[in-house]
Nanobody, 126 residues
């Protein structure tokens, strides 16, 4: 029902920054970002509540990445600073359906999300 369109991925040197965007075609509840490197399991990166009032980060990106959203525009963002080679992965935007309402909670499990973006490649060179 809802499509998520990501943008902002690319190639950057270690220490650089990228900002990912995720535009939703309709209303959603809370949102999150995940990533998957070749040969590895999909892992949680960051999550944000419906209003943006609550956020949560994986330890590996805490203090470097910032998740945000513009609820009125149905758009989420992931600002990535001080990028490291180990951040290299395909990044996926995810959202829970609006049926869950205006959630104040955040979710870290992939199975908790309803919609997924197509993924955008982030490559960090050293």
């Amino acid at each position: 029902q809802v499509q998520l369109v990501e943008s902002g991925g690319g190639l950057v040197q270690a220490g650089g920054s990228l900002r990912l965007s995720c535009a939703a075609s309709g209303r959603t509840s809370s949102m999150g970002w995940f990533r998957q490197a070749p040969g590895k399991e999909r892992e949680f990166v960051a999550a944000i509540s419906w209003s943006g009032g609550s956020t949560y980060y994986a330890d590996s990106v805490k203090d470097r990445f910032t998740i945000s959203r513009d609820t009125a525009k149905n758009t989420g963002y992931l600002q990535m600073n001080s990028l490291k080679p180990e951040d290299t992965a395909v990044y996926y935007c995810a959202a829970r359906g609006s049926i869950f309402g205006r959630e104040s909670r955040v979710y870290t499990g992939p199975g908790e999300y309803t919609y997924w973006g197509q993924g955008t490649q982030v490559t960090v060179s050293s």
